[in-house]
C-alpha cells in the first residue's frame, strides 16, 4: 500500500509518496481503509524530529483520520466491512490503510462527511479534555484563547461557548478574527507578530486585560505559546487556570511570582496520554462531544482540502501558521 512517508527528519518538502507492508487486523483490531486525514501542528513537530514522540522511519504523519473499515480482527462485534469510522492513531494516519484498536473507533453519523470525521477527535477530544477536565470550566467563566483561528482554537470557542463561557479570541489577522466571531466569540483580540520589546508586550498584556475586565479572565486556553504567553497569564485573574496546550510560536518561560500574586494553576493539557491513562473518562467526553455535534452546537470547519500527494504542502501551510479551522488530506475518494 501507499504511504505520505517521512524517511529522514526535515520540513514538509523531505515526504515522498512510498510502499509500505499491508497492514493484518490481529486480535481486537480493525483495518481501516483510510478515506480522510487531517492536519495538526505535531505534524510539523515529528517529521523535524522535534516532537515528544520519534517514530521510527519510515512513518506517516497524521493522527486524525476516517475510513471504511476493510476487515476486523478476532473478537470484533462493535464493527463490521464496510463501516464508516474515525479515528485517532497518533501518528500513522496519511497511509491507504491503517490498523487501529477497535475501542478507540468511532462511528461517523451518516450526515457528516469523511472529511468533517477526520477533524473531530484530536481537535476537540484535547479541548474538552483542556476545558473540562483541567480547566474546571463552569457558566459565567471568562475565557481566553489564544490561537483562536485554528483548530484546537475554534473547538475552545465553541465548546467555551457551550459550556456557558463568555469567550475571547485572540489572533492575528482581521481574517482570522472573522473567523472567531463566526465560531460564536463574544469578542476577538488582534495581536501582533513576535518577537516583541518590553514595552509591546506591555501592551499585549494590557490588551488581554482591558477585553477580560475587572476579574481577569478565569481560563486562558494558550495553543500558541511563546512571546505571547506571559501578556495572557498577567490578564489571568484570581484563582484562574492558565491551560498548556501547545507551542507553535516557542516554548514560553513563565515568571511563577505572577502564578502566587494571582494564586493561580498552570496546567498541562496532554490528550493522548490522558486517553491512554483514561480511557473510560475519555470515552465519556467523546460522548458529550457527539452530543453536541448532533446538537449542532460544535461543527469542525474544514477550510481547505488537499489530494493525498499534496499532503506535504497541507503541513507546510501548517507550519507557517497560515491555517484556519481544519486542514485536510483526502487519502481516496
Not at 484563582?239 to 494553576?265: E, H, M, Q, W
Not at 486517553?275 to 470547519?301: K, M, S, T, V, Y
Not at 497541507?314 to 485536510?328: F, N, Q, S, T
Request: charged letters at 25%.
Amino acid at each position: 500500500m501507499k504511504g505520505l512517508l517521512s524517511r529522514a527528519p526535515g520540513g514538509p518538502e523531505t515526504l515522498e509518496i512510498g510502499d509500505l507492508p499491508d497492514p493484518v487486523a490481529g486480535a481486537g483490531e480493525v483495518v481501516v481503509a483510510v478515506k480522510a486525514c487531517a492536519v495538526n501542528y505535531p505534524d510539523v513537530l515529528v517529521i523535524e524530529d522535534k516532537y515528544q514522540f520519534k517514530p521510527p522511519r519510515p512513518f506517516a504523519p497524521g493522527g486524525e483520520f476516517s475510513g471504511v473499515v476493510d476487515s476486523v480482527g478476532e473478537g470484533v462485534t462493535r464493527f463490521k466491512v464496510g463501516d464508516r469510522v474515525m479515528g485517532n492513531t497518533g501518528m500513522g494516519g496519511m497511509v491507504e490503510r491503517l490498523v487501529a484498536q477497535a475501542d478507540n473507533l468511532y462511528p461517523i453519523p451518516d450526515e457528516r462527511s469523511f472529511e468533517e470525521g477526520a477533524s473531530m477527535l484530536l481537535t476537540y477530544g484535547t479541548t474538552i479534555h483542556a476545558l473540562v477536565d483541567r480547566g474546571h470550566i463552569k457558566a459565567g467563566d471568562s475565557l481566553l484563547v489564544l490561537g483562536a483561528a485554528g483548530g484546537v482554537g475554534l473547538a475552545a470557542v465553541e465548546l467555551g461557548k457551550a459550556f456557558g463561557a463568555r469567550v475571547v479570541g485572540a489572533v492575528s489577522s482581521e481574517e482570522k478574527a472573522q473567523a472567531v466571531r463566526d465560531a460564536g466569540a463574544d469578542d476577538v483580540i488582534i495581536y501582533g507578530r513576535a518577537p516583541f520589546s518590553k514595552d509591546e508586550s506591555k501592551a499585549l498584556a494590557d490588551q488581554f486585560k482591558d477585553k477580560a475586565g475587572k476579574d481577569g479572565f478565569q481560563l486562558v486556553y494558550d495553543a500558541v505559546g511563546g512571546e505571547y504567553a506571559e501578556p495572557a497569564l498577567r490578564s489571568i485573574g484570581w484563582g484562574g487556570r492558565y491551560l498548556v496546550v501547545g507551542f507553535p510560536a516557542g516554548i514560553p518561560k513563565l515568571p511563577l511570582n505572577l502564578t502566587l500574586l494571582k494564586s493561580c494553576d498552570v496546567c498541562g493539557v496532554f490528550w493522548g496520554a490522558f486517553a491512554a491513562r483514561e480511557p473510560e473518562r475519555n470515552r465519556d467526553n467523546i460522548r458529550q462531544l457527539f452530543d453536541l455535534w448532533q446538537q449542532g452546537r460544535i461543527a469542525p470547519r474544514v477550510t481547505e482540502v488537499f489530494p493525498f500527494e499534496k499532503g506535504g504542502e497541507a503541513i507546510a501551510k501548517m507550519a507557517a501558521r497560515g491555517a484556519i479551522g481544519k486542514l485536510v488530506v483526502r487519502v481516496a475518494a
